[in-house]
C-alpha cells in the first residue's frame, strides 16, 4: 500500500494538498445535491405517491448517514482513511445505478419507490464514508497541525457542492430527463474514482481503538456546542422562504445564497485563527457573531435587516464545526482520529434532523420570526458552552 508523504512546509502547497484530497467530497456531495431538488416532485408527481412519502425517500439519506458514522468511523481507522474514500464513492455510484433503474421501473411505481430507497440508504452510508475519510486522509497527508484548515476546506467542498448540485440537477432533468440524475451520479463517481485510485494513501495509526460509545462520550461536549450552532443554519435553510412569503417578500433565495457566500469567504480568511488562538477562543466569537445575526433576522422589519442578518450568521456558524472539531479530535488518541470525526459529526446531524420538527412547531405555535429568538437562544448557550469549555482548558 502507498504510504503518506512528508506534508510540504509551503501554505500554497498544503493548501493544493488539502483541496487535492477534499475534492472528493466535493464529488460525493454533488451526486447528493443533483436529485435534492427533483426527487420530491418525482416521487409524488410520476411514480403518484403522497408528499409524506416523498419526505421520507429525502431524510432516508440523512437518517443513513446519521446511523452509519460509528461505522465509518471504524473503517477509516482500521482500514484506512483512502479506502473508506473508495468505499464511499464506490456506494456513491450504485445510488446512482439505483436511481437510474427507478426512472426506468416508474411504470411500475412500487418498484421505482423501493429501487429509489435502497439508493438513498446507500448514498447515506457513503456520505459518511466519504466524509469522514476525506478529513482523516487529508490530515494524514498534511499533518495534524492543519486539522482546522483540512475540516474548513472540507466544509467548503461540500456546501459548495450542494449549492451547485441542486439547480444543475434541476437543469438536467429539465433538458434531459430524469434519467440523467442517475447517469450523472454514476458519471461523478467514477471520475471520483478513477482520481483517488493513484494517490497515497496514509498508514494506519498504530494505537489501542477505542470503543465508539467511548469516544462519543469523549467528543459529547464539543458536538453539543456544534448542534446548538447549526440549529440557526437549520432555521434558515427550511424556513427563510416561508419566513419571507409570511411578510409578501420577494426573492429568498437571495438570503441563502449571502448566507453561503459569506459562509465561504470566512472559512477562507480566518481559518488559521484557530491554530492561533485555539478553538474555544474562536467558537466564542464566532457563536457571538451567529447570535447578532440571529437576532437581526428576529427584528427584521425589511428584506435588508435580513439579508444582514444571514450574512452575520452565515459568517458567525462557518468556523463553529472546525474549531470546536479541533478541540474534539485532541480528546481522543491519533489512532481514533476517525472515530472522533465520525462521532463529532453525529451531533450535526442530529440538530439539522431536529431542526425541522422542532422549529417547525415554535413558528406554528408563536409566528415565524419566534423562530430565529429560539434559534439565538441556541447559539447563545452555545456560546456559554464554549467558555465554559475554555476555563475548563485554558492553555488550548
Known sequence: MSTAIDPPQRPLAVTLLIVSIVLFTFLAYLTIGIPLAVLPTYVHEQLGFSSIVAGLVISSQYLATLLSRS?????VDTIGAKQAVLYGLTGCGISGVLMLLSVLLQNWPQAGLICLLLGRIILGCSESLVGTGAISWAIGRAGVMNTAKVISWNGIASYGALAVGAPLGVVLANTLGLWSMGASVILLAAVGLYLARPKPATPLVSGKRIPFRHVLGQVM?????????GIGFGTIATFITLFYASRGWSNAA??????????????????QTINRYGGFRVAIVCFS???????????????TLALAGAALTGFGFSLVFPALGVEAVRQVPDANRGAAL?????FIDLSLGITGP????IATRFGYPSMFLSATAASIAGLILSIALLKRNPLT
Open 71 to 75: 461505522h465509518a468511523g471504524k473503517v
Open 221 to 229: 461536549p464539543y458536538g453539543l456546542g456544534l448542534a446548538l450552532g
Open 254 to 271: 437571495l438570503c441563502l445564497s449571502l448566507f453561503g457566500i459569506f459562509f465561504i469567504c470566512a472559512r477562507l480568511l480566518f481559518a
Open 289 to 303: 457573531v451567529e447570535s447578532v445575526g440571529l437576532l437581526l433576522l428576529w427584528q427584521a422589519d425589511s428584506t
Open 342 to 346: 465520525a462521532a463529532y459529526s453525529v
Open 358 to 361: 422542532l422549529i417547525g412547531a
